[in-house]
């Protein structure tokens, strides 16, 4: 076929190449279609296997990182089965954090301490990092979105302020910026956590943040500020009602303008609910920052610039490992361990993993 003057041996080749090739698609295409023909509508449909992400921190037992470790010096481990590392970063890399401030009527005692502590962690970030800035009350705002621009990031912190409604959508806030602002976002990603803790009124529940966060691989430092009892009220300050002597004041118990403030604050039962509030509280929030790799710290204005040192450095030195997991898995949450070959060590990694199917 290739014989004859007008055809050189290379366009002889080029043709027979494209002859191949257009052989092999229309080879594909018929065991697609056969294949297609075959599926019943019931049948499962495995989505591509994605990388998954397993950011790690290696220190000694004082809490220094260890640098200088190699590939070869991990394990990973997926329901105990070790599994093939397919990617591994050590390289310093620019950060991106987002800083959520709890600016909910509880926080009212603290927020100016709160506010404090985020300018602080902002002053420890290098010029290449990226932050953004979102408060959490009655609703979520974005009062800045991620930027380098310092200035911008201050005046946002300098913003925050408590509404005139209740509420507290903690839950809601953290799944947002995971979902939201952190989406198609690649590299260190983080979220500073800074609240009491306290939840009324997010959508997201519990149990499905950390579903959130296992499919994730953002990772939560909380840090919690201690404050008084839990307002139970959802609705505006102007929801007022008449006393007995025609004093007005909020329908709910615990507000500003308490007919007796003394008498709650003296109050015993009311002091062991404030401490099983708290107790719940940070239970929730050692919790988020536990399956995500990162920490839990209570705010102590002496030592709070200590504390978000030690959180970049981690940050920036975290090691990044990757792998896929089998395609033939159910949807379920999956264990994953690292472990590293060296003697005396704490490793701090992400402890789930979700695979996910579709019909």
């Known amino acids: 076929m290739c014989s004859g003057a007008r055809l050189t041996s290379v366009s002889c080749k080029n043709m027979l190449r494209k002859i191949a090739l257009f052989t092999g698609i229309m080879f594909a295409a018929c065991v697609v279609c056969v294949r297609t023909q075959d599926r019943t509508p019931d049948d499962v449909i495995k989505v591509s296997t994605a990388l998954v992400s397993v950011p790690v921190i290696v220190s000694d037992r004082d809490g220094r990182y260890i640098p200088g470790l190699r590939q070869s010096d991990f394990t990973v481990l997926q329901d105990g089965n070790p599994q093939v590392v397919e990617f591994f970063a050590a390289i310093e890399e ?153 004093r007005q004041f909020p ?18 039962q009311r002091r062991d609910r404030v401490e099983r509030e708290n107790e719940r509280a940070t239970d929730f929030l050692e919790k988020l920052s536990e399956v995500t790799a990162g920490r839990f710290y209570e705010s102590n204005s002496s030592k709070l610039k200590e504390t978000f040192g030690l959180i970049i450095d981690e940050l920036r030195h975290q090691y990044r490992l990757g792998f896929y997991p089998a395609d033939d898995m159910v949807e379920t949450t999956h264990a994953i361990k690292v472990k590293v070959s060296r003697p005396d060590v704490v490793v701090r990694a992400r402890s789930n993993f979700r695979t996910q199917t579709r019909r």
């Open 94 to 246: 620019p950060l991106i954090v987002a800083l959520l401030i709890d600016t909910s009527q509880s926080t009212r005692g603290v927020l100016g301490d709160i506010k404090s502590a985020a300018g602080k962690f902002l002053k420890l970030l290098q010029p290449v990092d990226k932050a953004m800035i979102v408060t959490f009350d009655y609703d979520t705002h974005l009062l800045s979105p991620l930027t380098t621009d310092r200035e911008q990031l201050k005046r946002a912190v300098h913003a925050a302020d408590i509404p005139e409604y209740f509420g507290t959508t903690m839950r809601d806030a953290v799944a947002q910026t995971i979902r939201g602002q952190f989406k198609g976002v690649t590299g260190r990603k983080a979220i500073i956590l800074l609240t009491d803790g306290k939840d009324v009124g997010s959508r997201v529940t519990a149990a499905d943040l950390i579903y959130s966060l296992q499919e994730s691989d953002v990772m939560v430092y909380s840090v919690f500020f201690k404050t008084g009892e839990i307002l139970q009220q959802m609705r505006p300050r102007n929801d007022r009602r008449d006393d007995i002597f025609g």
């Open 251 to 268: 329908r709910f118990p615990g507000r500003r303008n308490d007919p007796f403030p003394q008498r709650r604050r003296d109050n015993p």
